[in-house]
């Protein structure tokens, strides 16, 4: 059963940055996307980013292109993603997410079946 552990999350100034990682364990194939997604308080799930472990393709939503980037780490099995420029909307629980033996990178919540328990990111004025 795969595990995931998101850490980073915290407190910052807008125009800051902050870096989430989700380390993955028990994982037993190459053939993983894991994700990034985001709920703000009394709205729902979205997308964020994501990576295909196996292809080393990304996908990032819209609103954060240009300031988000994921990465990976194979050795650690571990995900990152760098957040800069942060504005008061990018407040929000961010989760990350898995899903084995999928092709390309998936945007939609639904195909994701693995999820850590969420770190809060707040974006202060």
């Known amino acids: 059963q795969v595990q995931l552990v998101e850490s980073g999350g915290g407190l910052v100034q807008a125009g800051g940055s902050l870096r989430l990682s989700c380390a993955a364990s028990g994982l037993t194939t190459g053939g993983y996307v894991m994700g990034w997604f985001r709920q703000p308080l009394g709205k729902e799930r979205e997308f964020v980013a994501a990576?295909?472990?196996?292809?080393?393709?990304?996908r990032y939503a819209d609103f954060v292109k240009g300031r988000f980037t994921i990465s990976r780490d194979n050795a650690k099995n571990t995900v990152y993603l760098q957040m800069d420029t942060l504005k008061l909307e990018d407040t929000a629980v961010y989760y990350c997410?898995?899903?084995?033996?999928?092709?390309?990178?998936?945007?939609?919540?639904?195909?994701?079946?693995?999820w850590g328990q969420g770190t809060q990111v707040t974006v202060s004025s």
């Open positions: 997410a898995g899903r084995a033996w999928v092709f390309g990178v998936p945007m939609v919540e639904g195909v994701y079946n693995d």
């Open positions: 990576i295909n472990w196996r292809s080393g393709s990304i």
